[in-house]
C-alpha cells in the first residue's frame, strides 16, 4: 500500500512520515530531497533554469537516488548539502519545470512499485499516486512552521533570523502552490490535519488512528 503524506514546509510532514512509516513497517521516500538533489546538480553546472533543452539535456545525465535518510546524486553522498535556505528556494524553483517534474514523477513510482510505503512531498496524493491507499495533507500556522524551521536552521548552525525563514516560507509556498504543474494542494480524498497545536507524537497518533480506521491494512 502507499501512504501520501503531503503538505507545506514546517508542517511536520517529514519527521510525520518517518515515523509512520517505521510505526507500520513500510519503506520511506523523501521526494522534496530528491528535487533539492536536482536543485544541486542544475546549480552546480550553472544551468539557466529558462533554458529548457539545457535543463533537458542535464537531467538526461542526472541519477538521484533517495534512500532511506540520505539521498545520493550521481552515486555522490549529498545529503548534507542540501538542507540550507539556498537549496531550499533552488528546489522550489526547479520544481516548477515540467520535465523535472516528469523525471522525478517517473522515479518515484519505479521506486514505490511493489512496495510499501509513505511518499511524502507536495503532489504525491494528486499528482504522483492519485490510487494512493491513504493520503494526508498536513498544515499548521505559517509562523509555527517558520518558528520550527528556524530552530532546525539555529541548530545546524545556520546564520538566519526568524524573520527571514519567514519571508522566504512566504516566498516558497506561493510557488509551490500557484505553479501551474502539480501545486501543493491537498487530493480531493485526503485527511487534512492541522499540527500547529501537536507534538510530532500527537501527529503521529493521529495518523495511525486514520490509517488504521480508514486504510486497513495497516501492516505488512
Ligand atoms: O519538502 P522540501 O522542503 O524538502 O521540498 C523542497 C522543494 O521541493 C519544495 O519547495 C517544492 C519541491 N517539491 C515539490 O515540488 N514536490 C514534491 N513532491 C516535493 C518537493
Known sequence: MIVTIDGPAGSGKST????LAARLGYDYLDTGAMYRAVALALGRRQIDLTDLPAVEAALATVQVEALPGRVVLNGE?????IRNPEVSQGASRVAVI????RFLATEQRRVAAGRHIVC??????TA??????????LTAD???????????????GEPISLEEVLQAQVERDARDASRDLAPMR????????DTTHLTPDGVLA??????????????T
Open 120 to 125: 511524502e512531498g507536495r503532489d504525491q496524493g
Open 77 to 81: 553522498d549529498v545529503s548534507g548539502l
Open 206 to 219: 493521529r495518523l495511525e488512528e486514520e490509517v488504521s480506521r480508514r486504510c486497513p491494512p495497516a501492516r
Open 98 to 101: 515540467p520535465a523535472v517534474r
Open 186 to 193: 491537498p487530493a480531493d480524498d485526503a485527511i487534512v490535519i
Open 142 to 156: 505559517p509562523v509555527t512552521r517558520a518558528e520550527r524551521r528556524y530552530h532546525e536552521l539555529a541548530a545546524s
Open 16 to 19: 510525520a512520515a518517518r515515523d
Open 128 to 137: 504522483v499516486f492519485p490510487d494512493a491507499g491513504c493520503k494526508f495533507f
